[in-house]
């Protein structure tokens, strides 16, 4: 027990600076994501993905991926790379949806 206490403090305390704490609002972003979205669906009745969904997404991705650089984790710099393009891709595609149709 005395080992799992010392790991968790080393963990959470001992190495609690700066760049963890934007891990962490980092994650929150990212988290948020999934709750607009559940929201948002609860709200209508059907799964739905709103906009601000693909916002959350890069606000939160951005973050991690400044965090992973920090951090030199080659598996979270590849991830979140490759997830904004997708984010960004499709923030485009509902805006050139928009522009084409105003009424949505």
């Known amino acids: 027990m005395d080992a ?12 609690l600076d700066g760049w ?6 980092a994650q929150f972003l990212f988290m948020m994501r999934f709750v607009v979205q559940w929201i948002a ?6 799964s739905i993905v709103p906009v601000a969904f693909w916002f ?9 991926l400044i965090y992973s650089i920090r951090q030199q ?3 979270f710099i590849a991830g979140q790379s490759l997830g904004m393009i997708i984010y960004f891709r499709n ?5 050139k949806e928009k522009r084409r149709d105003p009424g949505i």
């Open 4 to 15: 799992l206490l010392d790991w968790l403090h080393l963990v959470f305390i001992a190495r």
């Open 20 to 25: 963890v704490v934007l891990g962490f609002v």
């Open 41 to 46: 669906s609860e709200r209508v009745g059907r």
């Open 56 to 64: 959350f997404s890069i606000g939160g991705s951005s973050l991690l």
């Open 73 to 75: 984790d080659p598996v």
């Open 91 to 95: 923030l485009w595609l509902i805006f």
